[in-house]
C-alpha cells in the first residue's frame, strides 16, 4: 500500500513537478564593526508542484483560526535526499520560503510531514502566501 504512495507521488512530481529551493533562514551572525546582523540563507534544491489552495467548504475564504486563505498556495515538496536517506527539514514560519523555477517567492506559513510509515517522508505539505 504504502508503495502505491511512493509511486503516484514520485509520478504527480514528475509530471507536474519543478525545480525550485526551500530557502531557510539563518540565524545572524552580530557584525562588531558595522553594529548589524548578517543573516544567512540555506538554499536547498527540491522538486515542488505548486497549486492554487482550495477550502472544502463553499462560501469560507479562510481557514479558521489560522492565517490561510483561499489566495494562498499549497505547495507540495519532495523530501531532499542525502545520503541515500531523506535529509530533515525544519522550516520557521513567517521567516522562510519556496522560490520556483521561475524566481516566484512564496512565504511559508505552516507545513505538515506525510509520513505514514514512520520511516522515510513521502512528500511536505506547505501552505505559503506569495
Known amino acids: 500500500m ?10 504527480i512530481m514528475q509530471q507536474y513537478g519543478q525545480d525550485g529551493f526551500i530557502c531557510s533562514t539563518q540565524e545572524g551572525v552580530y557584525d562588531e564593526e558595522t553594529s548589524t546582523v548578517i543573516k544567512t540563507e540555506l538554499k536547498i534544491p ?3 508542484v505548486v497549486m492554487d489552495y482550495m477550502l472544502k467548504r463553499d462560501g469560507n475564504t479562510v481557514q479558521y483560526e489560522s492565517l490561510i486563505s483561499q489566495a494562498n498556495k499549497k505547495i ?3 523530501p531532499v535526499i542525502k545520503d541515500q536517506r531523506p535529509e530533515e527539514i525544519t522550516l520557521k514560519p ?23 510509515t514512520g520511516a522515510n517522508p513521502y512528500v511536505y505539505i506547505m501552505y505559503c502566501k506569495k
Open 2 to 11: 504504502f508503495d502505491a504512495m511512493d509511486l503516484a507521488v514520485g509520478q
Open 94 to 116: 513567517e521567516k522562510d520560503y519556496i522560490e520556483d523555477c521561475n524566481g516566484l517567492v512564496y512565504r511559508v506559513l505552516s507545513f505538515k510531514t506525510v509520513n505514514p
Open 76 to 78: 507540495y515538496v519532495l
Open 46 to 48: 527540491c522538486r515542488l
